[in-house]
T-cell receptor, first 114, second 113 residues
Framework: QKEVEQNSGPLSVPEGAIASLNCTYSDRGSQSFFWYRQYSGKSPELIMSIYSNGDKEDGRFTAQLNKASQYVSLLIRDSQPSDSATYLCAVNGRPSGGYQKVTFGIGTKLQVIP | GAVVSQHPSWVICKSGTSVKIECRSLDFQATTMFWYRQFPKQSLMLMATSNEGSKATYEQGVEKDKFLINHASLTLSTLTVTSAHPEDSSFYIC?????????FGQGTRLTVV
């Protein structure tokens, strides 16, 4: 079982719709959860962090965390063509060897259709 | 967010030569930095974890003698690709942890001809 699982997509949504991206993780002791956006040919950029159960909203983005189900999601409201990118789910697990390693999922490619 | 600077952004080198990539944390001290490689249309693959003042920890399958990592200070880690070959052509990205979050450098696109 992979540590962080995502559907690679592509996920296609029409402009203005809600895009829902999902992620599950295997380490129940994971403490921090992140969503990164990666445009083609660029490095990932952090768009959301979430640390406790529930929802966290930032503009058009809402991250949702359910530790009991080991599930984290990202909702993008009013999707725009500029949101088309690969979205990486990342989990910061328990410290090992003196540091915490951020583990990334494979990423979900989102296509917003004008 | 914290700023991580990576240099160069792109490099073309001849087969058999070595290339050094620098990763700097500009506004924070990074005890640990991470090096990733990403091939086209594939996900990030962790190559190694760079620890300041000690030897890097390499992921399984990554040749430590080929990918030399030096973390000489709390703000600088370098990755040297030795005796580069065309199959080493890839997008190399570093990241550093600031509190629980990881921030990425701009990436280096390496092309070996």
């Amino acid at each position: 079982q992979k540590e962080v699982e995502q559907n690679s997509g592509p996920l296609s949504v029409p402009e203005g719709a809600i895009a829902s991206l999902n992620c599950t993780y295997s380490d129940r002791g994971s403490q921090s959860f992140f969503w990164y956006r990666q445009y083609s040919g660029k490095s990932p950029e952090l768009i959301m962090s979430i640390y406790s159960n529930g929802d966290k909203e930032d503009g058009r983005f809402t991250a949702q965390l359910n530790k009991a189900s080991q599930y984290v999601s990202l909702l993008i409201r009013d999707s725009q063509p500029s949101d088309s990118a690969t979205y990486l789910c990342a989990v910061n697990g328990r410290p090992s060897g003196g540091y915490q390693k951020v583990t990334f999922g494979i990423g979900t490619k989102l296509q917003v259709i004008p | 967010g914290a700023v991580v600077s990576q240099h160069p952004s792109w490099v073309i080198c001849k087969s058999g030569t070595s290339v050094k990539i620098e990763c700097r944390s500009l506004d924070f001290q990074a005890t640990t930095m991470f090096w990733y490689r990403q091939f086209p249309k594939q996900s990030l693959m962790l190559m190694a974890t760079s620890n300041e003042g000690s030897k890097a920890t390499y992921e399984q399958g990554v040749e430590k003698d080929k990918f030399l990592i030096n973390h000489a200070s709390l703000t600088l880690s370098t990755l040297t690709v030795t005796s580069a070959h065309p199959e080493d052509s890839s997008f190399y990205i570093c990241s550093a942890s600031f509190r629980p979050e990881a921030f990425f450098g701009q990436g280096t696109r390496l092309t070996v001809v």
